[in-house]
């Protein structure tokens, strides 16, 4: 089949999602983008999602956090924004989602938003509120354990800093 | 702008790691709206200095009597420069308490009619647009919470009640960027600037507070000014 000529081509925008979750969470590409259309299914419906026409492009995550870069119809930019921010769960696991800025072409987008230097992760024992406990050190971010799942610090909480 | 957020013990994320947070997604501050039974212990001055973000300590007063809520109310209005209420139970009782600033999810277990909007306009207790069940429920809870907040916007707009917007974080993971939450409050039938205004006037409040508490003000309505009018 004939290419369309370039001027009836969808236009597409290109966002750049940063993806911050707790150490231990383990989220694959296919999960993402499950959790992606159900969310703007449950969002804007049918034919909300139709409208958006979106593709998940690249996908990273590794030690609890990462980037991926999502693709949508021109014009469509703000509802994919609103679909984003309430994906708060992927498998069960705690997610924060960010929109780190959107490009016309997905190089763009990549150079731009997608640099992350390698981050040093560490376990070691804190003391937060008198207690010690086990944590993972992200540099200035500690994430404790505690019964109820991890609560989420920094270097300013834990003593000696 | 300011987000209201719930921190360790009563969320899962140090008033730190909040404001860290935050200021990487824009906001300029976060008011610490803890329950008062779920307090936390942090230095608002040294958190502001690391990451450049206003720190506001507040609180959101509970309980299931009014009489009880008056007084911690009474108790808590000098200590803290933000004073919410758990909504619900206390809707009325919070709407004709000039010294409240601000009542929390009053739709959640709640409701708010005419008159309610009509006294919280009159005595400036800001309602909130509480968007936690937008964001993270889904189904028949979250219609009925997109019901509520258009209830709640047309009786704040017939009325010009002043009026608070969050996301009501328990953890760093639930904070969303301004941008995102004007986004959201978009596709649930606001004007992007409602919800701006919205988290605007967390800072408003802290700001407006922390001058009355400032020893310029002698009491309400007279404040110390130098001669040639500068503050």
Same mark, same amino acid.
């Given at each position: 089949?004939?290419?369309?000529?370039?001027?009836?081509?969808?236009?597409?925008?290109?966002?750049?999602? =940063? +993806?911050?979750?707790? !150490?231990?969470?383990? +989220?694959?590409?296919?999960?993402?983008?499950?959790?992606?259309?159900?969310?703007?299914?449950?969002?804007?419906?049918?034919? =909300?999602?139709?409208?958006?026409?979106?593709?998940?492009?690249? /996908?990273?995550?590794?030690?609890?956090?990462?980037?991926?870069?999502?693709?949508?119809?021109?014009?469509?930019?703000?509802?994919?924004?609103?679909?984003?921010?309430?994906?708060?769960?992927?498998?069960?696991?705690?997610?924060?989602?960010?929109?780190?800025?959107?490009?016309?072409?997905?190089?763009?987008?990549?150079?731009?938003?997608?640099?992350?230097? !390698?981050? #040093?992760?560490?376990?070691?024992?804190?003391?937060?509120?008198?207690?010690?406990?086990? @944590?993972?050190?992200?540099?200035? *971010?500690?994430?404790?354990?505690? #019964?109820?799942?991890? $609560?989420?610090?920094?270097?300013?909480?834990?003593?000696?800093? | 702008?300011?987000?209201?957020?719930?921190?360790?013990?009563?969320?899962?994320?140090?008033?730190?790691? /909040?404001?860290?947070?935050? %200021?990487?997604?824009?906001?300029? =501050?976060?008011?610490?709206?803890?329950?008062?039974? @779920?307090?936390?212990?942090?230095? !608002?001055?040294?958190?502001?200095?690391?990451?450049? +973000?206003?720190?506001?300590?507040?609180?959101? +007063? *509970? #309980?299931?009597? !009014?009489?009880?809520?008056?007084?911690?109310?009474?108790?808590?209005?000098?200590?803290?420069?933000?004073?919410?209420?758990?909504?619900?139970?206390?809707?009325? /009782?919070?709407?004709?308490?000039?010294? $409240?600033?601000?009542?929390?999810?009053?739709? *959640?277990?709640?409701?708010?009619?005419?008159?309610? %909007?009509?006294?919280?306009?009159?005595?400036? $207790?800001?309602?909130?647009?509480?968007?936690?069940?937008?964001?993270?429920?889904?189904?028949?809870?979250?219609?009925?919470?997109?019901?509520?907040?258009?209830?709640?916007?047309?009786?704040?707009?017939?009325?010009?009640?002043?009026?608070?917007? #969050?996301?009501?974080?328990?953890?760093?993971?639930?904070?969303?960027?301004?941008?995102?939450?004007?986004?959201?409050?978009?596709?649930?039938?606001?004007?992007?600037? @409602?919800?701006?205004?919205?988290?605007?006037?967390? =800072?408003?409040?802290?700001?407006?507070?922390?001058?009355?508490?400032?020893?310029?003000?002698?009491?309400?309505?007279?404040?110390?000014?130098?001669?040639?009018?500068?503050?």
């Amino acid at each position: 089949m004939k290419h369309l000529p370039k001027h009836l081509r969808p236009r597409w925008r290109y966002l750049a999602v =940063g +993806i911050d979750s707790w !150490p231990e969470a383990d +989220i694959d590409r296919r999960t993402f983008q499950r959790t992606l259309w159900f969310a703007a299914q449950n969002l804007l419906g049918d034919t =909300g999602s139709a409208e958006l026409d979106v593709s998940l492009l690249r /996908f990273q995550f590794r030690d609890g956090e990462g980037d991926a870069v999502v693709r949508v119809r021109r014009g469509e930019v703000e509802r994919l924004r609103a679909v984003l921010a309430t994906i708060h769960e992927i498998d069960g696991q705690s997610v924060g989602l960010r929109v780190r800025g959107t490009s016309g072409t997905v190089r763009a987008c990549e150079e731009k938003y997608i640099r992350r230097p !390698p981050e #040093s992760s560490e376990e070691r024992t804190v003391a937060l509120a008198g207690t010690e406990r086990p @944590a993972v050190v992200r540099n200035d *971010r500690v994430d404790v354990a505690d #019964s109820d799942g991890r $609560v989420g610090a920094t270097a300013l909480d834990i003593r000696d800093n | 702008m300011y987000e209201g957020v719930h921190t360790h013990p009563d969320g899962r994320a140090t008033a730190a790691r /909040f404001a860290k947070t935050a %200021a990487a997604y824009g906001y300029d =501050g976060v008011v610490i709206r803890n329950h008062g039974d @779920a307090q936390a212990e942090y230095d !608002p001055d040294r958190i502001e200095e690391r990451y450049g +973000i206003d720190v506001v300590p507040g609180i959101e +007063i *509970r #309980s299931d009597d !009014p009489g009880q809520a008056s007084g911690l109310v009474g108790n808590y209005r000098s200590k803290r420069t933000v004073v919410c209420v758990h909504g619900g139970e206390l809707n009325r /009782f919070a709407v004709e308490q000039p010294a $409240v600033d601000v009542l929390a999810h009053p739709m *959640r277990d709640g409701d708010i009619n005419h008159v309610l %909007a009509k006294t919280a306009a009159e005595n400036g $207790v800001h309602l909130e647009f509480n968007l936690a069940s937008v964001l993270r429920a889904e189904g028949g809870e979250r219609v009925d919470a997109i019901q509520g907040l258009r209830k709640l916007r047309e009786l704040t707009e017939k009325y010009d009640t002043p009026y608070v917007v #969050s996301a009501d974080a328990r953890s760093h993971l639930h904070l969303r960027a301004p941008r995102e939450l004007i986004a959201v409050g978009e596709t649930i039938g606001f004007d992007r600037e @409602a919800i701006a205004a919205g988290l605007e006037a967390w =800072g408003e409040l802290a700001a407006r507070n922390r001058t009355r508490r400032s020893d310029a003000v002698i009491e309400p309505g007279v404040r110390i000014e130098s001669r040639d009018g500068e503050h």
